[in-house]
C-alpha cells in the first residue's frame, strides 16, 4: 500500500487532454511572455477574489517581494508576521531591507493572533503580514481596524486559500495587496512555480506591473529598479484548465475533511478548528497531538504519507538569531510546531481512503 500525502497524478489524469491542448495552443501562438493566458487569468482571479486587479508573478514568494517593494518598504521598517508559516513569508521582509517582527498565534487556527499583533507594533512598523495558513483565513477585522489606527499596510498572505471566504469575502479581497502562489501542490496549482498578486488600488498594480518587468514601461527604458518575475505563458493556460475547477476540488476537500473531523471525533487527537465566519478550503488537514512523532511513524510503517508543517518556527530559525528571539519567546508558534501533522488531502482522494488512514492513524 502506497498512499500519498499529495496526489498529483491522479488530478492530472483527470483533466491531462484539457492540459495537453492548452500547452499545444501555447506552443503553436509562439507567445510564451505575457500573452493571452496570462491576461485572462489575471481577469478571472481578480474576479475570483471580488477586486480589481492581477498581476501574474513568476512565483508566491514574488508575490510577497513585489507588494512590499510596491508599498515603499525597506531598510528601516518593520514588518509583523507569523512565525508558523513556511519560511518566504519572512524571507521577502528581510530581503527588502526590512526587519521581519514575529507574533504568536491563535492556538486554534494557527494564524496569527491579532491582539499578540497589537503588541508588536512600534513607530517603526509599517505593515502586517497575516497568513491564511492550511486554506483558512486570519482573523481579519482586528487588523485591519490596527492598519487603519496605526497607518499601516495589510499584505494578506493568501497562498494557501484560493477560494476561502472569511466573513462573506473571499481571500486576497480586503487587503492592500494579497499574494497567491500556484506551486504544483497548491489547491489551484500548476505545473512549475507561479504566483499572483490581487489588488483594488490601480496604482499599487501600476507599481507591481513595472516591478515585474525590471521597471521597464517601453522596453530597453528603465524608470526604476525591479525584478525579472513573469507568470509564465504555459503556466497560465494550465492554470486556466484547473481554474474551471477549482471550486469542484475544494468542495471535495471540504467533504473529505469532514469526513475526517467524524471519524476522529472523540479519538484525543484534534483536528482542525474552523471559525464559524470562516470557509476553510482545506489546502492541508493539519491534526495535533502531544505523540505526532509516533502517528507519524505509524502512517509510514504502512506505506501512508503525512507531513510536519512546520517543524521549527521561524523566530529560531539559524537566520533570524541575530533578531534576539529565544526558545519560549511565542509559545504557541513552538508548540504547534512540536505537534501538528498534515494527514493524505485532496480532491481525488476516496472516502475508502480516508477511512483506512484513520484506522491506521488510531492503531486498529
Given at each position: 500500500m502506497s498512499i500519498p500525502l499529495i496526489d498529483l497524478k491522479t488530478?492530472?489524469?483527470?483533466?491531462?487532454?484539457e492540459v495537453l491542448a492548452a500547452i499545444n495552443s501555447v506552443l503553436e501562438s509562439g507567445e510564451y511572455i505575457l500573452g493571452r493566458n496570462v491576461a485572462a487569468l489575471e481577469s478571472a482571479v481578480a474576479e475570483l477574489c471580488g477586486v480589481k486587479?492581477?498581476?501574474?508573478?513568476?512565483?508566491?514568494?514574488?508575490?510577497?517581494?513585489?507588494?512590499?517593494?510596491?508599498?515603499?518598504?525597506?531598510?528601516?521598517?518593520?514588518?509583523i508576521t507569523t512565525p508558523y508559516t513556511f519560511f518566504s513569508t519572512a524571507e521577502v521582509i528581510s530581503k527588502v531591507g526590512a526587519t521581519p517582527v514575529f507574533a504568536d498565534i491563535d492556538p486554534l487556527t494557527y494564524n496569527l493572533d491579532p491582539?499578540?499583533?497589537?503588541?508588536?507594533?512600534?513607530?517603526?512598523?509599517?505593515?502586517?503580514?497575516?497568513v491564511h495558513l492550511f486554506g483558512q483565513m486570519a482573523d481579519l477585522d482586528p487588523l485591519l481596524e490596527l492598519a487603519r489606527e496605526y497607518r499601516l499596510a495589510i499584505i494578506e498572505d493568501a497562498c494557501q486559500a484560493i477560494g476561502a471566504r472569511y466573513k462573506g469575502h473571499r481571500a486576497g479581497s480586503l487587503g492592500h495587496t494579497a499574494c497567491f502562489s500556484f506551486y504544483p501542490t497548491k489547491n489551484l496549482g500548476g505545473y512549475g512555480d507561479g504566483?499572483?498578486?490581487?489588488?483594488?488600488?490601480?496604482?499599487?498594480?501600476?507599481?507591481?506591473?513595472?516591478?515585474?518587468?525590471?521597471?521597464?514601461?517601453?522596453?530597453?527604458?528603465?524608470?526604476?529598479?525591479?525584478?525579472?518575475?513573469?507568470?509564465?505563458?504555459?503556466?497560465?493556460?494550465?492554470?486556466?484548465?484547473?481554474?474551471?475547477?477549482?471550486?469542484?476540488?475544494?468542495?471535495?476537500?471540504?467533504a473529505r475533511a469532514a469526513l475526517y473531523d467524524r471519524l476522529l471525533s472523540?479519538?484525543?487527537i484534534v483536528t482542525p478548528h474552523v471559525e464559524p465566519w470562516n470557509e476553510s478550503v482545506y489546502h492541508l488537514y493539519v491534526v495535533r497531538s502531544p505523540q505526532r512523532d509516533q502517528l507519524k511513524a505509524r502512517l509510514s510503517g504502512a506505506g501512508i504519507g503525512s507531513g510536519v508543517y512546520y517543524p521549527l518556527p521561524l523566530h529560531l530559525q539559524e537566520v533570524y538569531k541575530g533578531l534576539g528571539y529565544r526558545t519560549g519567546d511565542l509559545p504557541e508558534a513552538e508548540?504547534?510546531?512540536?505537534?501538528?501533522?498534515?494527514?493524505?488531502?485532496?480532491?481525488?482522494?476516496?472516502?475508502e481512503t480516508v477511512r483506512l488512514i484513520v484506522k491506521t492513524l488510531l492503531g486498529n
Open positions: 488530478q492530472y489524469k483527470s483533466i491531462k487532454d486587479h492581477g498581476i501574474g508573478v513568476a512565483s508566491g514568494t514574488d508575490a510577497l517581494l513585489l507588494s512590499l517593494s510596491a508599498l515603499g518598504i525597506g531598510p528601516g521598517d518593520e514588518v491582539d499578540q499583533a497589537a503588541k508588536r507594533i512600534t513607530p517603526r512598523t509599517r505593515a502586517i503580514i497575516p504566483g499572483m498578486v490581487v489588488t483594488n488600488d490601480i496604482e499599487i498594480a501600476a507599481r507591481l506591473r513595472l516591478l515585474r518587468v525590471h521597471g521597464s514601461r517601453t522596453r530597453y527604458h528603465h524608470s526604476i529598479h525591479g525584478y525579472n518575475s513573469r507568470l509564465d505563458e504555459i503556466q497560465a493556460a494550465v492554470l486556466r484548465v484547473k481554474l474551471k475547477h477549482l471550486d469542484r476540488w475544494n468542495r471535495q476537500r471540504q472523540g479519538s484525543g508548540r504547534a510546531s512540536r505537534e501538528t501533522l498534515a494527514l493524505p488531502l485532496g480532491p481525488d482522494l476516496s472516502e
